[in-house]
């Protein structure tokens, strides 16, 4: 039976989570009839939790479905921040899953079970469906063993009473922690799923202690467990003593942070502003104790690992007391936990959300506005990617007209002569832009299309300087677009966004002055969900 919540546990914040984890567990869309059967709240308090949740941008409603918004992220990105490991060894794991062409994990001990803070999963036909947040049972996994080692008596036997007799199939786990703990690795021969193997060397801190696994999992038709182990392990621990040094290189915490700067705290003060300015507008639909409390959350973050309840009133804006219930509500659900006066996150944080929007890709991410973007100008609009020479449309949200562009997902155009293809010409470094355009060789498609490279790179360096491109009539007759960059977190273009028309619609002037501000606005939501989403995870173009 779940423990009795403390007399000072707020109920909203409660409840609010229970959805929230509903959601996540169900992988995405639900309808809230659905949140009402799995929760056991009634219909009313599953409609005001939603409502709170969809004002604070971590949910989408549609009719009466709910689904995890791209915001969400940013509970779950509080942990990943503060725990510093996602951040530094990510990128080693890409690069070591790209050189051993396999999939490869980075896990975290979660009580008596493993939670995932990175992956990276290589496209296959059968590939693997573990999400950053997804939490395992220990005694299936290799990192499972690998943290069970340095269980202390009272961890056992908690873990004896959670896993019942036969849970842990093949040979005893606690043998099987006693060997990883002697060889300094775990194998995990199809315990977790048929046909599944994997290997996990522990990663220490400078202090010596393990803080995560990494992970390399493969399939039986790729490699049995040993031959797993006897081709990989030597590459790994290689890998692992480069992580033990980027962690050496990172700052270090210098205990339970007190207070916040002053930027800090006016940004909490804005949050407690805002939650009471929405109560104000919507009334008993807004619970303003559940968003309160899930702005403690995120008071966490890189350099922020562990707070004092002042430092983290200061930085939501939060009066102590207020702080101190939600911090108390989130112990005793256990996504806080206290030492000496300081708080930490634990990687349940994990579960709310991260594993449905770890696979979010990028047409995901831009459709909702691309949606609110058409329903503004009466156009379609696209998103485009690089594709060699070309763009490839990968999202698209059609206006209805008797006549309209008719373009659908997976269309190629010459890059040098479309709106999008421009600006993303634009966000490449000038020696990969000049020899693309010539490369592909521009032939005209209609009589105004610019081929002339000299030309063409003159309006490419116009296009980056203005932050957008208008192509008239050069791709097709007729057809007017205008297309603005979309950037991640790092700058970089990685999409262009559109607006086409007939030229009858709207004049050049006119798309300038009705079309672009909208478009700009546009690209910038979209950009904010993909900082958020992107920044522990990788998007996927399509």
Known sequence: MPATPPDEAVGPLMRGIAVLCAISDAGGRVPLSELVRTTGLARSTVDRVAATLARMGYLRLDGHEARPAPRLMELGNAYLAAVGLPGPLGPLAERLADELDESVSLAVPDRDGIRFVHQSTLRRAMSLTFRIGDLLPAERTAPGALFAAAWTDEEWAAWRRGAGPGTAPGEDFGERAAHAAEDGWALDDQLIEPGLIALAVPVHDPQGRTVCALSIVSHTSRHSADSLRRALLPRVREAVTAMEHELRQAPTAAGPTVAVGAAESTAGQGLAHWTAASKQELGAEFVESLARGLTVITAFGEGRAELGLTAIAEATGLARATARRALITLEHLGYVTSDDRAFRLTPRVLALGCPPLSRTTLPDIAVPHMAE????????????????????????????????????????FPAYAASMGRVLLAGLPEDERTALIARSEPRALTPRTVTDPARLAALVDRVGDEGYALVDEELEEGLRSLAVPVHDHTGRTVAALNVAMHTTRRTPDECLTEVLPQLRVTAAHIEADLHVVGRFTRIAEV
């Not at 609009?381 to 020479?389: F, I, K, R």
Request: proline share 0%; no cysteine.
């Open 373 to 412: 973007l058409v329903r503004h100008v009466h156009d379609s609009a696209s998103l485009a990617v690089l594709a060699g020479d070309d763009i490839r449309y990968t999202a698209r949200v059609a206006t209805e007209r008797i006549m309209s562009v008719n373009i659908t997902i997976g269309t190629r």
